[in-house]
T-cell receptor, first 110, second 120 residues
Framework: TQLLEQSPQFLSIQEGENLTVYCNSS?????LQWYRQEPGEGPVLLVT?????EVKKLKRLTFQFGDARKDSSLHITAAQPGDTGLYLC??????????FGTGTRLKVLA | GAGVSQSPSNKVTEKGKDVELRCDPISGHTALYWYRQSLGQGLEFLIY????????KSGLPSDRFSAERTGGSVSTLTIQRTQQEDSAVYLC??????????????????FGAGTRLSVL
């Protein structure tokens, strides 16, 4: 069974602080996605990383795919209250299947 | 509508009753997924449709769960004889994914807002 463990599970920080969320697996994935989910809504795709070692930046968010394509990280610089939400990683397995991580709940205090 | 629509948004039922959850995907999307999410945690894969067929039902927790998709569009997830452990948010997602050609890495799943099921 493929599992994706995220850490930390919960994170509460002050506005302006930096943070990193980790997504780890013992399995290799062809690519990996990160989503953000707000209460009462479905997850929304933030980014897809495809190549081992790939780094993508989306404004204050930096995503990295591990060299072995088993892990990924999400770094947020100068967090803002609008970044609050549930962050989910999802590994892509085969041609259609998404294996979601356990989730990291982030709260950014003003 | 422009997005994925799920109904009802909330469902409260008594243990032992059957429930039907509905998903209206984005028009033209060939792939449809059902997931289950417990207590704001990660998503658990339930079933995948490509058109009207379901090549992967491996995530359905028991034979009380079934799903169908008609006309390559609307899908219903049915839970028979509901149990308290079935309480969760059930999410539907659709995408343009096609098995032949293309790359799933370029695929974007669009999610509905989910149905929150509470079994008393």
């Amino acid at each position: 069974t493929q599992l994706l463990e995220q850490s930390p599970q919960f994170l509460s920080i002050q506005e302006g602080e930096n943070l990193t969320v980790y997504c780890n697996s013992s399995s290799v994935f062809s690519s990996l996605q990160w989503y953000r989910q707000e209460p009462g809504e479905g997850p929304v795709l933030l980014v897809t990383v495809v190549t081992g070692g790939e780094v993508k930046k989306l404004k204050r968010l930096t995503f990295q795919f591990g060299d072995a394509r088993k892990d990924s990280s999400l770094h947020i610089t100068a967090a803002q209250p609008g970044d609050t939400g549930l962050y989910l990683c999802a590994g892509i397995s085969g041609t259609y299947k998404y294996i979601f991580g356990t989730g990291t709940r982030l709260k950014v205090l003003a | 509508g422009a997005g994925v629509s799920q109904s009802p948004s909330n469902k409260v039922t008594e243990k032992g009753k059957d429930v039907e959850l509905r998903c209206d995907p984005i028009s033209g999307h060939t792939a449809l997924y059902w997931y289950r999410q417990s207590l704001g945690q990660g998503l658990e894969f339930l079933i995948y449709f490509q058109g009207n067929s379901a090549p992967d039902k491996s995530g359905l927790p028991s034979d009380r769960f079934s799903a169908e998709r008609t006309g390559g569009s609307v899908s219903t997830l049915t839970i028979q004889r509901t149990q308290q452990e079935d309480s969760a948010v059930y999410l539907c997602a659709s995408s343009f994914l096609r098995l032949a050609g293309g790359s799933i890495a370029k695929n974007i799943q669009y999610f509905g807002a989910g149905t929150r099921l509470s079994v008393l």
